[in-house]
């Protein structure tokens, strides 16, 4: 199945369609710098639902997220539910080749679905900047219906635990963040697929697993 839209006042019904939806949906954002370089990262996309949904972001400092959001006011959120594309996302560059252009900008070429948003600035902490976004673009390449996965949910927790675990620098607090990714590896290993699995592998050589 295949949606492009390309209007200004997306109704609600064409993002939650394409798979964001109330609360916090965790996707691969792609960006590109000023100077044209292309980045992705999996990033948190808030959605909260008064009288309409609103869609916003926090971005870390530091992160190249951010940088490419400062520079062109946009970002690509990319649904997919492949444990080894969050994690590689997260911690490795995701080589071009998964990556194809629309109107210039990147997006991810295996998402169920992608949605180009543009971006405000709205607020700045010590540690990060927040957003709300507009979206103007929406694609569907696949809707899938799917059980709750533990082995994925498990990845995805102990991918954002092992971002925190790569930034910290309390010794008592990697011990404990050490505990809770056995936890997770250990679900894993007992309800994951073998993509979940090899996510695993790739998050064992970033965080000590017990
Ligand atoms: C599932 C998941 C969700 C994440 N959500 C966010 C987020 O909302 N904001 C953020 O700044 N970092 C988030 N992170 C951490 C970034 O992905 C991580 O810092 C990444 O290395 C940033 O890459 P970049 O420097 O290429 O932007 C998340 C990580 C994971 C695994």
């Known amino acids: 199945m295949l949606i492009i839209l390309m209007m200004e006042g997306f109704t609600t019904m ?3 369609e394409a798979g964001i939806d ?6 691969i954002v792609t960006t590109k710098s000023g100077a044209g370089e292309l980045n992705a990262a999996p990033i ?9 949904n609103k869609h916003f972001v926090k971005l870390y400092e530091g992160t190249k997220t951010l940088s490419n959001v400062m520079e062109t006011n946009k970002l690509a959120a ?4 492949d444990a080894v594309l969050f994690v590689k996302a997260a911690f490795e560059n995701l080589n071009e080749t998964h990556l194809s252009l629309f109107s210039g900008f990147p997006v991810l070429n295996e998402a169920n679905s992608w949605i180009l948003f543009k971006s ?3 607020e700045k902490s010590v540690e990060s900047s927040f957003f709300q976004l507009t979206p103007i673009a929406v694609k569907i390449n696949q809707k899938e219906v799917k059980a709750i996965k533990r082995g994925l949910n498990a990845v995805i927790e102990a991918a954002i635990l092992a ?4 930034m910290a620098e309390d010794k008592r607090e990697k011990e404990d963040m050490e505990k809770i990714m ?3 590896a250990d679900i894993v290993e007992k309800c994951g697929g073998h993509r979940e699995k090899e996510a695993l592998k790739i ?3 970033r965080i000590y697993i017990g």
């Open 14 to 16: 064409y993002i939650k």
């Open 182 to 184: 056995k936890l997770y």
């Open 120 to 122: 405000a600035f709205i």
């Open 78 to 81: 990319n649904v997919s539910d």
């Open 22 to 27: 109330e609360g916090i949906s965790e996707v």
């Open 163 to 166: 971002t925190r675990y790569a």
């Open 203 to 205: 998050l064992h050589e």
């Open 44 to 52: 948190g996309i808030i959605t909260t639902t008064n009288d309409e």
